[in-house]
């Protein structure tokens, strides 16, 4: 199979409100050829030597799980606060309208670990940026970010490169 994502993710207008055109994933998902075709290109997009895998609440958990596994990394799950049953460490970032708090818990990397992030899509760059703030925090060395789709129009790379994040790679880009 020679894996077309744009012709997979499904565009679903004015959800989850009006004005908002929704990339659906689902389609890849359905798919386990896709599936894993997907995480092949993520895996193959990674850089070496990757120590842990950080995967963010709750699509990022899909694509990132199989690429840890792939890798013979780690998997650290981002979550959201209040999530995690131990002694965690948290940041809080800004959202459209609000705020959001994402926590690890506090072993899950250890100083020097080599941190890939993976996600399903870069929208804002917020939560990316959020979770590497947590990477730094407990020692890491972010490495890369790697996505499935990214939705270019909103400059998702201008906040990341404000934070210090240059290696970015996308499976595909929405540029409108």
Do not use: N, W
């Not at 798919?31 to 709750?58: H, K």
């Not at 699509?59 to 690429?67: E, H, L, Q, T």
């Not at 959020?130 to 400059?155: H, I, N, S, W």
């Amino acid at each position: 199979m020679t894996l077309d994502l744009r012709a997979l993710i499904r565009d679903v207008p004015d959800f989850p409100k009006p004005g908002v055109g929704f990339k659906d994933i689902t389609p890849i998902l359905a798919s386990p050829q896709a599936f894993q075709e997907t995480v092949d290109l993520l895996v193959a997009a990674a850089p070496d030597d990757i120590d842990v895998v950080c995967g963010m609440e709750a699509r990022g958990f899909i694509f990132g799980a199989p690429v840890a596994l792939a890798l013979g990394a780690s998997f650290v799950p981002v979550r959201k606060s209040g999530k995690l049953p131990r002694d965690t460490v948290e940041t809080t970032y800004d959202l459209e309208y609000g705020t959001q708090t994402l926590a690890v818990h506090s072993d899950a990397i250890t100083e020097g670990d080599r941190v890939l992030i993976v996600d399903d899509v870069l929208a804002t760059g917020g939560t990316v940026a959020a979770t590497a703030d947590l990477v730094r925090r407990l020692g890491g060395a972010l490495v890369a970010v790697d996505v499935v789709m990214e939705l270019a129009f909103l400059r998702p790379r201008d906040l990341l490169a404000r934070h210090g994040i240059d290696a970015v790679h996308t499976l595909v880009s929405y540029s409108d």
